[in-house]
C-alpha cells in the first residue's frame, strides 16, 4: 500500500525527479511549488498544487485537502552567488517557508518530513571526504538557511515529536536517463547545464571561440586550479529520499537524522568541461572570470552513513555517465528549440 507523499517544490529539478520516482514506486504525490523557478510541465503523474509556503493559508489548504503520509521538502532557493547578493530572499523563502511549513504539518497531525539539506551547511571543509560530524560553519547565505532549517527540525523533534531525515546533497547532477526530464533553471547557475548549453550553442552552428561560458576562479588550491566538486546523479538522490521514506514509515526514525548524499569522489570544473567535450563530440571553449563569493574550493562528501543506515548505493558514478544522461536530455531539446 502506497503512501501519500506531498513534495514541496515538485515542479522544480530534483522534486520533478522525485515524483517521478515515487509515481512510479506506487505513491500517490502532491507537487507544491509557486512555479516561480519550477515548471508546471515537469510534474508528471503527481497532482500540482499551486501555492507558497510564504503563504499560511496555501500551505494550510493543501494539508486539508488529503491526509498526507510523509512530507519531502524540496522547495527553496539555491544559488549559492545570488544568496550573497540577496540573503533576505534566501531567510524569507528558506526559512519562513520552512518554519511556516513545519508549524502547518504540526497543526495537521503531520510528523515525518524528509528535508533536502546541503553540502552547503559544512562551509570550508576541515577534512576530506567530509561526514557528518564535520562541524558545520557555512560560508554563504545559502548555507546558513538550510542549517537554520536543520536545527528548527531538531528543536521540534524535541518539542513536539518531528521525525525528520535531512539529506546533505553534494552537487545534483544528470537527467533522469529516459529523457523525458531535464534540468531547467532560471536563471542557469548549475555547471553541467551550462557547459551543455553552450554545446548546443555550438552544434546549431555558433562560433566556439566567442564562449560566454565562464570558469569562476582558477587559482583555487587544487590539482588544476578550479573548484572541485562531489558530483551525484539526480535520481541517486532521490532513491536516496524513498529510503528516507521507507525508514520514516517503519518507525525507524525517533526524532531528527542526517545524512551526506554524494559519491566520495570530486571532479574540477576543468575535468567536467572535458568530459562534456568527451560526451558531446564538440569543441566547447570557456573563459576564466573572477571567483564567486562564499565558493569553497573543495566540497567533497563521505556517504558512508548513508549506506549503512539507509542501504543507499547510488547507481551512476561514472562523470560521463552523468553527463551523458544529461545530454541525452538536452540534446533532444534541439527537436523543440531549448526552453528554460
Given at each position: 500500500m ?7 517544490g ?5 522534486g ?5 520516482m ?9 507537487a ?6 519550477g ?29 498526507f ?26 526559512v519562513i ?20 539539506s546541503?553540502?552547503?551547511?559544512y562551509?570550508e571543509p ?7 560530524f ?7 547565505p ?25 539529506l546533505?546533497?553534494f ?12 534540468e ?16 548546443l ?14 570558469v ?18 539526480v535520481?541517486d ?19 531528527a ?5 554524494g559519491?566520495?569522489?570530486?571532479f ?15 569543441p ?14 573543495q566540497l ?17 558514478i ?6 551523458g ?10 527537436r523543440?528549440?531549448y526552453?528554460?
Open positions: 502506497g503512501c501519500t507523499v506531498l513534495v514541496t515538485g515542479a522544480g529539478y530534483i520533478s525527479h522525485m515524483c517521478r515515487l509515481v512510479q514506486a506506487g505513491h500517490r504525490v502532491v507544491f511549488d509557486n512555479l516561480a523557478r515548471h508546471a510541465d515537469a510534474v508528471s503523474g503527481a497532482d500540482l498544487f499551486v501555492g507558497d509556503l510564504r503563504s499560511e493559508q496555501d500551505i494550510a489548504r493543501c494539508l486539508s485537502s488529503r491526509r503520509d510523509v512530507v519531502m521538502h524540496f522547495a527553496a532557493l539555491a544559488y549559492v552567488g545570488e544568496s550573497v547578493l540577496d540573503p533576505g530572499a534566501y531567510y524569507d523563502n528558506n517557508g520552512s518554519i511556516n511549513l513545519l508549524n502547518a504539518m504540526r497543526r495537521a497531525s503531520l510528523d515525518r518530513i524528509v528535508f533536502s546541503t553540502c552547503a551547511t562551509g576541515q577534512e576530506t571526504p567530509i561526514t557528518e564535520h562541524p558545520q560553519l557555512p560560508v554563504n545559502y548555507g546558513k538557511t538550510k542549517l537554520v532549517v536543520e536545527h528548527a527540525l531538531r528543536d521540534n523533534a524535541t518539542a513536539y515529536g518531528l521525525k525528520s531525515v535531512s546533505r546533497y552537487n545534483a547532477a544528470g537527467c533522469d536517463p529516459s529523457g523525458e526530464l531535464g531547467r533553471h532560471v536563471p542557469e547557475t548549475h555547471l553541467v547545464p551550462l557547459v551543455l548549453i553552450e554545446a550553442r555550438i552544434q546549431a552552428g555558433g562560433d566556439a571561440a566567442n564562449t560566454e561560458l565562464k569562476f576562479g582558477d587559482d583555487f588550491d587544487t590539482r588544476d586550479g578550479t573548484c572541485v566538486r562531489d558530483y551525484i546523479h535520481n538522490l532521490c532513491s536516496a529520499h524513498l529510503l528516507a521514506l521507507d525508514r520514516l514509515m517503519e518507525g525507524k526514525v525517533a526524532s537524522e542526517a545524512y551526506n548524499l559519491n566520495g569522489r570530486g574540477s570544473v576543468l575535468e567536467v568541461i572535458e568530459a562534456c567535450r568527451r560526451i558531446t563530440e564538440l566547447i571553449q570557456y573563459r576564466v572570470a573572477a571567483r564567486r563569493s562564499g565558493d569553497p574550493g567533497v562528501g563521505s556517504a558512508i552513513r548513508a549506506r549503512e543506515v539507509l542501504g543507499w548505493q547510488p547507481a551512476i561514472s562523470l560521463d555517465d552523468i553527463v544522461s544529461a545530454w541525452n536530455w538536452f540534446s533532444r531539446q534541439t523543440t528549440g526552453r528554460q
